[in-house]
């Protein structure tokens, strides 16, 4: 079990803070920019594991906004990826062979790619380059960080939580790197430090709250889930998959251990966050929990009532529910298997009328008729099938006997609902792969340690 050091807790949370927010800062934004690709090379050589908080704090997404090792570009090419290749290129010096688990995964990767083409996606164009890219990178991380397997998960995730929450706060109380946007003609939405991988430290914060290795993991969980509270509340807006996410994690917790059914800290957080945010998808005066609660009560009278069709739903439900449908109507090799890389979905069984935007799908997908992005679980299971998932969760069911379970848990959870926003959703997986070899090497030599005791006794 790794300890929890505050020493090494507050100066990782620092340096989160350092580049999250300095990211917005002009001309600064350049120098910690060069400095962090330059700390990154220094800790892949010397093999340490601070490295994960600029390469999952950072993003795309703010792209003209902010300046990082994500958006600064050489040749037309990320910093980031020049550092992968870096990071890639120091691995073929350093080790001699692939482990065989690697070459299984790369075995399928190859054969997937196989199979893509084979289905006629080469011919989606961006979407199948992006699909391909993403798990290649994946695969790059994998191999050139497979060392980053026996880290201290609690240090690491909670240092970049806490930078995280403060650098989203400082954002919005000083106005630097805040952009605010027309969502609709009579609604304006600020956008403050998001990316995807703030679900994963939302949902790493709850179940390191409700299960915390010592009493210091919870008191900084907890310290964590109030910043989170308390920017979501300067900013006035809880995203949709965050609540999503922060239900299924808080559900997640109390069927882990039935007792915690007393310890309502967490959803009282999640309770009065939402009651006090107006939802800019309906009308001000309603929360944003009351949104999601007429959403579910509309999916629960689909569900139960007859006389209740699919074009009676909430349109956002709506939306979810007919490419779920649909999703479910592909022949059965696609619905095990996937449809692979650039993989797309089209209406078959239900149809989605005139009435989608942008918020639902991208431009290009809605007058093209062909989605090849969905929400949550269902893209996953566009991309690769039932199989997938299921191997997924039976290795994270394996691996919590050996690694951090909260870890494991979380990377499952951010796995299958958050795939294919980001590169990030494969550098997670990426990690929870490399911690899966390491569980494997962790039995190898507990059953040899077994066999040589056995034989010994004999």
Not at 132 to 151: D, E, P, Q, T
Not at 250 to 263: A, P
Not at 325 to 330: G, M, T, W
Not at 355 to 363: A, G, T, V
Request: contains cysteine; proline residues 2%.
């Amino acid at each position: 079990m790794c300890n929890f050091n505050y020493r090494e807790y507050i100066k990782y949370s620092l340096f989160s803070i350092l580049i999250l927010y300095g990211q917005f800062i002009p001309y600064i934004n350049i120098v910690i920019t060069l400095l962090v690709f330059f700390i990154l090379i220094y800790g892949t050589i010397h093999k340490k594991q601070f490295i994960l908080i600029p390469i999952l704090g950072l993003s795309f997404i703010h792209g003209e906004s902010s300046i990082s090792i994500y958006t600064f570009k050489i040749g037309g090419l990320s910093l980031l990826y020049v550092y992968i290749a870096i990071a890639f290129i120091l691995s073929l010096f350093q080790r001699k062979k692939l482990h065989r688990y690697e070459l299984i995964f790369f075995v399928l990767f190859i054969t997937y790619l196989i199979y893509s083409i084979l289905s006629g996606n080469a011919l989606s164009g961006e979407y199948f380059i992006n699909d391909v890219m993403f798990i290649l990178i994946a695969f790059l991380f994998l191999f050139s960080f497979r060392w980053l397997n026996n880290i201290n998960y609690d240090l690491i995730f909670l240092s970049l939580s806490s930078g995280y929450f403060i650098s989203k706060i400082l954002v919005l109380i000083t106005g630097i790197g805040l952009e605010v946007t027309n969502y609709t003609s009579v609604i304006v939405q600020k956008n403050a430090l998001f990316d995807p991988v703030e679900y994963f430290l939302i949902l790493y914060c709850i179940h390191s709250f409700f299960y915390p290795l010592t009493k210091n993991v919870r008191l900084v969980s907890f310290l964590n889930l109030l910043l989170f509270s308390f920017g979501s509340i300067l900013l006035g807006y809880v995203h949709g998959g965050a609540m999503v996410m922060i239900f299924v994690s808080l559900i997640y917790c109390l069927i882990r251990n039935i007792k915690y059914l007393l310890i309502l800290s967490g959803v009282l957080i999640f309770i009065l966050t939402s009651l006090t945010l107006p939802s800019i998808n309906n009308d001000s005066n309603d929360s944003v929990l009351s949104y999601k609660l007429q959403k579910v009560t509309g999916l629960a009278e689909f569900m139960f009532d007859d006389n209740f069709g699919v074009y009676s739903l909430p349109r956002s439900t709506q939306v979810r529910v007919i490419e779920t449908l649909n999703l479910l109507d592909q022949p059965l090799p696609y619905i095990m298997l996937g449809k692979g890389f650039g993989g797309y979905l089209e209406q078959s069984k239900y149809y989605y009328g005139r009435y989608l935007n942008k918020d639902d799908y991208s431009e290009d997908q809605i007058r093209s008729k062909k989605f090849y992005v969905l929400h949550s679980i269902n893209q996953l299971l566009l991309k690769h099938g039932v199989i997938f998932i299921a191997l997924i969760v039976l290795m994270g069911m394996k691996m919590r006997k050996r690694i951090n379970k909260n870890y494991v848990d979380v990377s499952i959870i951010f796995i299958l609902f958050s795939y294919a926003f980001t590169i990030k959703p494969y550098l997670i997986l990426s990690l929870f792969l490399i911690s899966f070899i390491y569980y494997l090497g962790i039995k190898k030599t507990e059953n040899t340690v077994h066999h040589e005791t056995k034989n010994i006794s004999n």
